[in-house]
Nanobody, 114 residues
Framework: VQLQASGGGLVQAGGSLRLSCTAS????????MGWYRQTPGKERELVAT???????NYADSVNGRFTISRDFGKATMYLQMNNLKPEDMAIYYC?????????WGQGTQVTVSS
């Protein structure tokens, strides 16, 4: 399975974007899938995860503004980002993990102008 992230772009502060992470195969069976982000000079940080059973987890900095979801039929995971802030600007990566598989997608750039 390969992951393809998309949906990044330029948005004004307070605006919204929806990122998509589409898999080349089915995503049912992954223990969890998640979104991470990275800015120059900093380590990649966890933004949000969705577990096999459907439970979700968010970084404190995005809780209440971002929503992670998935569509098994479309083999796609989403990250709805609302009320974007300049500090959300980063390259966003998606990831899918199950036993003997840890798959990363390429990044998609999110730029937030103040």
């Amino acid at each position: 399975v390969q992951l393809q992230a998309s949906g990044g772009g330029l948005v004004q502060a307070g605006g919204s974007l929806r990122l998509s992470c589409t898999a080349s195969g089915r995503i049912f069976g992954f223990d969890y899938m998640g979104w991470y982000r990275q800015t120059p000079g900093k380590e990649r940080e966890l933004v949000a995860t969705i577990y096999g059973g459907g439970s979700t987890n968010y970084a404190d900095s995005v809780n209440g503004r971002f929503t992670i979801s998935r569509d098994f039929g479309k083999a796609t995971m989403y990250l709805q980002m609302n009320n974007l802030k300049p500090e959300d600007m980063a390259i966003y990566y998606c990831r899918a993990v199950k036993r003997r598989a840890d798959i990363w997608g390429q990044g998609t750039q999110v730029t937030v102008s103040s």
